[in-house]
């Protein structure tokens, strides 16, 4: 249904209006999607690099409206002591790569699979997908790349890339690798590939893959068992995403949807948010083959809704830290110092680390950047700092900035700091400069960042306080954001407090809100909202941005 239709077909009623989700289907960092389909239920596994817990695990009853419900990795302290972020070790961009997730309906178990730092491979496992999770089996071999497909006998496989395609079988129980096959040879015309999908369908075996140099993605078919040999075809070559300023979506997941209809969920790059997913119906040929719905060659922006909206609790809104524990949304840089930080109805940061490098400083507690523009404000009470201390709100990522409370000789400060600059092996050439400092009374502070995240916007950085949490005064310039792709993940907010000095001083973080400015997520509900008010799913995405172009 057009919207040019709607405006002026007074007369349709709503019930034949066919409901159109949007791409990306979710604005939001979550790359090397694995999206299964467990009894109904849609669950999302995506890449984490150094940030812990990892792995998260979003949920869904309808592919366009997610929640996190958990992460298949609890701490990063499992991979070695450089997670830790200690004694000068750091893992900025190791970690959790590509890697893969399942409910095994034959022991009715949850399954996570991934290579760290090229080296081995952990297995995590579950009862739940909300946990808790842990540690299974550690492989000294890498598969990397790899990708999960549970036979109909219940033997689990899983492929892996190693220049070419290899197969493992494991055992039933996934604790030992029964046997490993190289199942394809890349041919000459191919650069390299990566991320590995293994599936079946109609008794043959499939791997979607893709080559990062030409962003074309290919599926290798065996009609021969799961040890090939596999015929290669082309899944898309050049299909562009489904908004400007984005790359070619690429290294998707296969789903079946509960209408039947077949779905590829892949990832395109858009920095500064990362990589976000984009969902497009996918159709099987009679030979065998499948084939994404493109529109003119392109990823849509719209679909139909595979289902009816199904609602989930919104991304946005205020976090008061309210029990003992962490919301599913937070993720720390690198493992946490737990003997440094309490939650209970609010969070309290007791500074971790001595240093005068963000970077190497314990205990940023992080979010995604929900949607194309966010505003975070946090609520800080500052009275127990100690001189030397650093705490605020934090753009996080290989070029970070932050505005917050700096003490010194007793008196603390509102300081906005820019210019804290890792170089690609992800050492700190810069432990940044003062931007601005402007003086304050009291003992609470709030901190706000507003940041335009979406390519096609001005990709800035505002910084704000407040005293009463009713008048915001802007602290420092507009920061430009970094794009480069090589740190992988996108910009985070982040909430921190180091010392330089000494330990033994603290903040209190009473609240955090996000606030989107921006289109959110699919929604799922385009052409309905012009004749109703309904709020628009996946919490956050204005009703107006519904009805003006969603890309500016
Ligand atoms: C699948 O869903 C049905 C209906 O909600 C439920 O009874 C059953 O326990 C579920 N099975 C699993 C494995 O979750
Ligand atoms: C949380 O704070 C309350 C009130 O101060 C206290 O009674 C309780 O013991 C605390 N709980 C934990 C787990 O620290
Ligand atoms: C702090 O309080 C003093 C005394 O009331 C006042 O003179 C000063 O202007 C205040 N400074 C700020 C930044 O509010």
Not at 40 to 53: C, D
Not at 187 to 216: L, N, Q, V
Not at 434 to 439: G, K, N, S, V, W
Request: glycine content about 10%; charged content about 15%; hydrophobic content about 35%.
């Amino acid at each position: 249904m057009k919207i040019s239709t709607l405006l002026t077909g007074v007369t349709i009623s709503l019930s034949t209006i066919a409901l159109a989700y949007t791409n990306p289907v979710l604005w939001n960092d979550l790359a090397d999607v694995d999206v299964r389909n467990v009894n109904g239920t849609y669950y999302y596994s995506a890449s984490t690099m150094h940030y812990s817990p990892g792995a998260p695990i979003l949920r869904s009853y309808d592919l366009f409206n997610w929640e996190f419900v958990g992460h298949s990795v609890p701490n990063l302290a499992d991979f070695g002591t450089k997670y830790n972020l200690q004694n000068g070790q750091r893992a900025y961009v190791n970690g959790i790569w590509a890697s893969w997730f399942d409910f095994n309906q034959h022991d009715g178990k949850w399954y996570w699979g991934g290579c760290i730092d090229f080296a081995r491979t952990f297995i995590y496992t579950a009862s739940k997908p909300e946990g808790p999770w842990t540690r299974l089996v550690d492989f000294s071999t890498c598969m990397y790349d790899s990708g999960l497909l549970i036979d109909d006998d219940g033997t689990p496989y899983v492929s892996y890339k190693s220049g070419n395609f290899y197969v493992a079988q494991l055992s039933k129980d996934f604790k030992t690798i029964v046997s490993t096959k190289l199942v394809y040879t890349l041919p000459s015309d191919i650069a390299s590939c990566e991320g590995t999908r293994p599936y079946k369908r109609d008794g043959k075996y499939y791997i979607f893959t893709d080559d990062p140099s030409t962003t074309i993605e290919y599926v290798l078919m065996s009609s021969n068992g799961v040890w090939g040999p596999y015929t290669k075809g082309t899944l898309t070559n050049g299909a562009r995403g489904p908004v400007t300023g984005v790359s070619n979506p690429v290294q998707g997941s296969l789903i079946k949807a509960n209408n039947g209809q077949w779905y590829y969920m892949c990832f395109t790059s858009a920095y500064p948010t990362g990589r976000i997913p984009v969902l497009a119906p996918l159709n099987w040929g009679s030979d065998g083959w499948p084939s994404i719905q493109l529109v003119n060659g392109n990823f849509g922006t719209t679909y139909p809704d595979p289902e009816t909206a199904h609602p989930v609790p919104a991304y946005t809104g205020t976090d008061s830290f309210s029990g003992t524990s962490l919301g599913n949304r937070w993720e720390w840089n690198h493992t946490p110092d737990t003997s440094r930080f309490t939650v209970n109805n609010s969070l309290t940061l007791r500074t971790a680390t001595v240093t005068v490098d963000f970077y190497s400083a314990r205990n940023t507690l992080t979010q995604r950047i929900p949607g194309q523009s966010a505003t975070a404000t946090i609520i800080m009470e500052f009275g127990s700092m100690l001189d030397g201390d650093r705490a605020g709100l934090a753009m996080v990522r290989d070029m970070s900035f932050w505005v917050g409370i700096s003490k010194d000789n007793g008196i603390p400060q509102v300081r906005v700091v820019s210019g804290i600059n890792m170089d690609t092996t992800w050492k700190t050439v810069s432990t940044g400069a003062t931007a601005a400092i402007a003086p304050i009374n009291g003992t609470t502070v709030w901190l706000r960042a507003k940041a335009n995240v979406a390519p096609s916007s001005d990709r800035t950085a505002q910084f704000s306080y407040s005293t009463d949490g009713t008048t915001f005064k802007n602290i420092g310039n507009t920061f430009a954001m970094n794009t480069d792709w090589r740190f992988f993940l996108g910009y985070r907010f982040g909430i921190f407090n180091y010392a330089t000095s000494v330990l033994g001083g603290s903040v209190k973080v009473r609240s955090y809100d996000v606030q989107a400015s921006g289109y959110v997520g699919g929604g799922g509900g385009t052409t309905l909202s012009l004749t109703d008010a309904v709020s628009p799913q996946n919490s956050g995405a204005a009703a107006s941005s519904l009805v003006s172009p969603l890309y500016g």
